[in-house]
């Protein structure tokens, strides 16, 4: 299954969302000015060439999904606007995906997840990648795209086993939001074992994040409590749904010391909703609709308004007054729907909601013996059946990809220059020539690199000084190329790279080479190396050793000339 994770332009318009757009938000094109008190300031320094943002809005996601996404939006993008580093990238384009969620803008939503995928890959940003791609894989499933969803949740998994060090935020995030992808995909056994992961680490991880776990976990179980309820004997499980209130209680504490607000509505809805369908059921009744007001809230609030609606539909129908249970619940229902659209989908939440109108709408629904009883019985068994398949192809699915990923890291190993970690010789030599036979007429740029002035640093100070050289000039070469450019270590101080570029480019190409080569000699005080580079561009096929000899020639007439120099062959 194909899949298109890279990155998009860095606005709204590119992602589909002109209706969400910023001038709709206030925001004047990118202006920081307008924005007012954007929580951003860049400081001198600069990571990867991009400036190093101070003081980045930690407090994104938290907002975004606590009712003042438009604000996030805007601060969002006009950090985005400021050429950030990856990682400061990757924060900004998970808050704009979460953004987009509260938005309702469910096609916009995923991709943005997906940019952040492929800006994750290219930037080796493995953590922030998994919790985007956890994203994606909830948003497919609501979408109904369950293939898509079920291939991106076992890339998720493949990628879950390289994440080792729970220490790290990043980390904990990422493997938070997986657990959550998993409940929902119903493959709650590897849920749990994440779960129990994250509890390792329970006191590390961030007030927000402990909230959002506990959070997440009580509506969990609450679900599953009033799952249980659709089979005979059709009783709620008390024990579950008092598990969800203790878990709620210790979300909402977190919650007051810096989290998530809406937790605290939650933890009311929660505990009324308790008493309402085990308890007091005319007690549980009043104190939802003293609660009614959280139907005015948005998708942040879409759990805390279904158990709203099934607490007051549950009480009503155990107190005899099933008509106006269905009336009520089905008003109440479609505000719920319209308002969480995205998040509505093909969601657990909507079918519980669904079974207490139906049993409001037939009250001998569960009566031992009915048609209707049966009928259900049936479907549930299906369900239960479709369930165990479904997580059975997913482990499938996860052991090809997981075998598939070792078997491209044996072969990277073998193709790779185990000093510098660029493509090696042997790499090297199979890259030109499949670019030496390519039939299309593509300009293709060789670009051979040898160091002036390294045999002397080597002989003077060592080959440990040399290695050091070596290793920090080729990862200036790799930065200063471009992503889809090979580039590989030759030989003892001499580079390949290879590029789809024409002459004018290659060229330019290469004076960047040189040039990122001597402020690397200058910053390690090594002052005296320096690049001379050959240029050949082919137009079309040509023999590799006539393409590599060419290359040779045109670069030792850079050295003859002085070095520090590129000639074109």
């Known amino acids: 299954m194909g899949e ?7 606005s709204l318009r590119s ?12 925001a004047d094109q990118h202006s920081l000015r307008s924005l007012g008190a954007v929580p951003v300031a860049v400081g001198d320094d600069r990571l990867d060439g991009a400036p190093v943002v101070r003081n980045l809005g930690a407090d994104w996601v938290v907002r975004a999904q606590d009712g003042d996404a438009a604000a996030v939006l805007r601060e969002v993008e006009a950090l985005l606007s400021l050429d950030p580093n990856p990682r400061d990238r990757a924060q900004a ?18 991709r943005a ?22 994203v994606l894989v909830d948003l497919l499933r609501r979408a109904g795209r369950l293939e898509e969803a079920i291939g991106q949740l076992a890339r998720a998994m493949a990628m879950e ?16 939001a997986l657990a959550v992808a998993l409940r929902h995909c119903g493959v709650g056994e590897e849920a749990d074992r994440l779960e129990r992961r994250l509890a390792s680490v329970e006191p590390e991880l961030s007030l927000p994040q402990r909230s959002s776990r506990l959070s997440n976990l009580a509506f969990e179980h609450a679900g599953q409590a009033m799952e249980v309820s659709r089979r005979p004997p059709y009783a709620i499980d008390r024990l579950l749904l008092r598990q969800a209130l203790v878990e709620i209680d210790r979300a909402r504490e977190l919650a007051a010391h810096g989290g998530y607000q809406v937790v605290t509505v939650e933890s009311e809805v929660l505990h009324a909703f308790a008493e309402a369908a085990t308890g007091d059921a005319e007690s549980g009744l009043r104190r939802l609709r003293g609660l009614a007001d959280v139907l005015d809230l948005g998708p942040e609030a879409t759990s805390a308004q279904v158990f709203w609606v099934a607490g007051v539909v549950r009480a009503l129908c155990r107190l005899g007054r099933a008509a106006e249970a269905l009336r009520e619940g089905r008003d109440a229902a479609a505000r719920v729907g319209a308002s969480a659209r995205a998040a509505w989908g093909l969601s657990g939440e909507r079918l519980m909601l669904s079974y207490e109108l139906m049993r409001a709408e037939n009250p001998d629904a569960e009566r031992p013996g009915s048609a209707t009883a049966d009928y259900l019985g049936l479907g549930e068994q299906r369900t239960d059946t479709d369930i165990t398949l479904l997580g059975a192809l997913f482990r499938a699915r996860v052991a090809l990809l997981r075998n598939a990923d070792e078997r491209r890291i044996l072969a990277r190993e ?43 640093v080597n002989d003077s100070s060592g080959h ?3 290695d050091g050289v070596l290793r920090e000039v080729a990862g200036e070469l790799r930065t200063a190329a471009r992503q889809d450019d090979i580039v590989a270590r030759w030989g003892g101080d001499e580079f390949v790279v290879i590029a789809v570029l024409d002459q004018e480019r290659a060229v330019a190409l290469a004076d960047r080479l040189r040039e990122r080569v001597r402020a690397c000699a200058e910053r390690i005080g090594a002052p005296g190396i320096t690049a001379s580079i050959g240029v050949v561009v082919r137009n079309g096929p040509i023999v590799t050793d006539q393409w590599l000899r060419t290359a040779d020639e045109a670069m ?10 590129t000639v074109c062959g």
Do not use: W
């Open 4 to 10: 298109s994770d890279s990155p998009d332009e860095h």
């Open 15 to 26: 992602l589909g969302t002109d209706e969400h757009s910023l001038r709709s938000l206030g």
């Open 93 to 110: 384009m998970y808050a704009r995906a979460l953004c987009l969620i509260a938005f309702d803008d469910l096609p916009g939503a995923i």
């Open 113 to 134: 997840c997906r940019a952040l995928v492929g800006h994750c890959r290219t930037a080796g940003l493995d953590a922030a990648g998994l919790r985007g791609r956890a």
């Open 161 to 176: 086993s390289t994440l080792t060090d729970l220490s790290q935020p990043d980390v904990q995030a990422a493997l938070g």
């Open 414 to 456: 073998a193709a790779s220059d185990a000093l510098t970690g660029l493509v090696n010789r042997r790499g090297a030599i199979g890259a030109v020539a499949d670019a030496a036979a390519r039939p299309s007429p593509d300009a293709i740029a060789l670009l051979l690199i040898d160091l002036d002035g390294f045999k002397e």
């Open 464 to 466: 440990l000084v040399g």
């Open 556 to 565: 030792y007439r850079a050295k003859r000339a002085g070095g520090d120099a």
